[in-house]
């Protein structure tokens, strides 16, 4: 099995900045994409950003020019670079990965969910 552990999520003042970690491990032959979802209380969850293995990336509107999504293919890691942060980012945070147990097997998983708290 594929297993992705998150971290980097807290409390921050709006304005501020967090950086968020995803590890994926396990029987990974290969990484297709990974991403950064998040649900905000009674909210459906959403995504945040992608970033595909070949490193072309998509973010929501809501987030454009304020975070910034990037990779480690060796590390099998993405990571989230959040940049003045509103109380509207307020959320749990989840990853996702997209990949291939085989050359002929996909799969997607999800981390545990790491919360961010933007207030003063």
């Known amino acids: 099995q594929v297993q992705l552990v998150e971290s980097g999520g807290g409390l921050v003042q709006p304005g501020g900045s967090l950086r968020l970690s995803c590890t994926a491990s396990?029987?990974?032959?290969?990484?297709?994409?990974m991403g950064w979802y998040r649900q905000p209380p009674g909210l459906e969850r959403e995504l945040v950003a992608s970033?595909?293995?070949?490193?072309?990336?998509i973010y929501t509107d809501s987030v454009k020019g304020r975070f910034t999504i990037s990779t480690d293919n060796a590390k099998k890691s993405v990571y989230l670079e959040m940049n003045s942060l509103k109380p509207e980012d307020m959320a749990v945070y989840y990853c996702?990965?997209?990949?291939?147990?085989?050359?002929?097997?996909?799969?997607?998983?999800w981390g545990q969910g790491t919360q961010v708290t933007v207030s003063s």
């Open positions: 996702n990965a997209d990949v291939w147990l085989t050359k002929f097997h996909q799969g997607n998983y």
């Open positions: 396990g029987m990974i032959f290969s990484i297709n994409a």
């Open positions: 970033i595909t293995s070949g490193g072309t990336a």
